[in-house]
């Protein structure tokens, strides 16, 4: 079974950084385009950044550009997202995802990790 596992969350100040990462022991990550969704209690699924499999190209959501960094090492098979400038409204579980594409909908990929909790206290 195709496994991704996110790790990395944590809760923290308003302006404060974290750094997400992703993994997996079963899915080859160069195959892949990458992406970051994130879900807050009550809310859908939203589109946070993605990647290309080759990292070249990145997307980001207008809530989070500037601020966010997604980047990838295909070598160790990982993923990362680094946040800054972290605000409450950021509070929610994050997700990583593998699919053919970076798409900007969380329908279009195949593999999902468990998610991992960031809260960001004001």
């Known amino acids: 079974q195709v496994q991704l596992e996110e790790s990395g969350g944590g809760s923290v100040q308003a302006g404060g950084s974290l750094s997400l990462a992703c993994g997996s022991s079963t899915l080859i990550f160069s195959m892949y385009a990458l992406g970051w969704f994130r879900q807050a209690p009550g809310k859908e699924r939203e589109f946070v950044a993605a990647l290309s499999w080759n990292g070249n190209s990145t997307y980001y959501s207008d809530s989070v550009k500037g601020r966010f960094t997604v980047s990838r090492d295909n070598v160790k098979n990982k993923a990362y997202l680094q946040m800054n400038s972290l605000r409450p409204e950021d509070t929610a579980v994050y997700y990583c995802?593998?699919?053919?594409?970076?798409?900007?909908?969380?329908?279009?990929?195949?593999?999902w990790g468990q998610g991992t909790q960031v809260t960001v206290s004001s």
């Open positions: 995802a593998a699919g053919p594409w970076p798409f900007l909908t969380p329908q279009e990929y195949d593999y």
